[in-house]
C-alpha cells in the first residue's frame, strides 16, 4: 500500500519528471504478417509503439532512472548479457577501448564483467559497475575528454559501424521489447511469433515501477523527427532480419498515411 501512496503522489506532482508520463494501459493497434524469407515465422508488431516518436534523449533533458542521477540515463547498473555470443561480441569491441577512449580503462580492462543472478537463484553475468551502487563501468563521466556516454557506443560510431554491433544486446534493443515463442496452431502446424513491443516499466518485472523515471512512457521523450521504425531501423532489422522489417517498414508506412486510431498518447498529436 505504501509503494502504491507513493506513485500517486509522484504522479501528482507537476515538477516530478514523473508527472509526465501517461498510464502504461491505452488502446494499442497491432499488426500481423508472415516474415517473407521464412513462412514459419509471424511478426506480431505492435504499431502504436513503432509509429511513436520516441526517440533517445540521454544527455539532452533524460531524467535518469535512479533520482539524482540522471547523468547516468539507463546505465545506472551493470547490464545482463543474454548469452555467451553477447559476452564475447562485447569482449572484442572492449578489446579496441583505450585509456583516452575509455575513462574507467584501469579499472575495467581486466575486470569488466561480473557474477550476478536476475532471480535471486541462477548466476548470470553482466557488465561491471563503477561501485557497488556505481553505474556501469562503461560510462564516461561528462568531464572526460572523449565525451560523456557509453565507451562502446561511442567507439563504435568512430569506427563507422552501428553501437548494436558493440553493445550488449539489452543495451542496443531498449526500448524495443521483442518476445519469441513456438505457437500451436488449431491445424497442428508450429510458427515461431515474434513479438516487437514497447519496453515499459513492466518490462523490468516488478521493479519497474520503482524506477524514478522511464522514458517510453514520458512526453519528455516522445519529440523525434521520425517514427520509431524509421529511427530504429537496423535494431529492428536485427531483431526480426531484413526480408521482414522490409514488409514492416512497408505496413508502418501504409499505416502512417491513413492516420493512426490509436496513436502513442506521449506523442504530441501534431505530425
Not at 15 to 39: G, M, N, T
Request: net charge negative.
Amino acid at each position: 500500500m505504501t509503494g502504491q501512496i507513493e506513485l500517486r503522489v509522484l504522479v501528482d506532482d507537476p515538477d516530478d519528471p514523473r508527472s509526465r508520463e501517461v498510464p502504461l494501459d491505452f488502446p494499442r493497434e497491432w499488426i500481423e504478417f508472415a516474415d517473407p524469407a521464412d513462412e514459419n515465422h509471424l511478426i506480431r508488431a505492435d504499431l502504436t509503439w513503432l509509429l511513436s516518436r520516441w526517440t533517445c534523449i540521454f544527455g539532452r533533458g533524460c531524467h535518469g532512472i535512479v533520482a539524482g542521477r540522471a547523468a547516468d540515463g539507463c546505465c545506472s547498473h551493470g547490464a545482463f548479457f543474454t548469452d555467451s555470443d553477447d559476452e564475447q561480441r562485447v569482449r572484442a569491441a572492449v578489446k579496441r577501448l583505450t585509456p583516452s577512449t575509455w575513462q574507467h580503462f584501469r579499472r575495467g580492462f581486466k575486470n569488466w564483467t561480473e557474477n550476478d543472478t536476475i532471480d535471486g537463484k541462477n548466476s548470470a553475468r553482466r557488465t561491471a559497475t563503477q561501485g557497488a551502487d556505481g553505474p556501469c563501468v562503461f560510462l564516461n563521466d561528462a568531464e572526460f575528454p572523449a565525451g560523456a556516454g557509453c565507451a562502446l557506443h561511442a567507439q563504435a560510431l568512430r569506427d563507422g559501424v552501428h553501437p548494436l554491433e558493440y553493445k550488449p544486446d539489452v543495451c542496443w534493443q531498449l526500448p524495443i521489447r521483442r518476445d519469441q515463442e513456438w505457437v500451436k496452431r488449431p491445424d497442428n502446424t508450429k510458427v515461431l511469433v515474434s513479438t516487437l513491443s514497447e519496453f515499459d516499466r513492466r518490462g523490468w518485472g516488478a521493479g519497474g515501477h520503482d524506477l524514478d523515471w522511464w522514458c517510453t512512457s514520458s512526453t519528455d521523450a516522445h519529440v523525434g523527427t521520425e517514427p520509431m521504425y524509421v529511427s530504429y531501423g537496423p535494431e529492428l532489422t536485427a531483431l526480426v532480419g531484413a526480408p521482414a522489417y522490409a514488409k514492416l517498414a512497408e505496413v508502418c508506412g501504409a499505416r502512417r498515411r491513413q492516420g493512426m486510431v490509436a496513436p502513442h498518447p506521449a506523442d504530441d498529436d501534431t505530425d
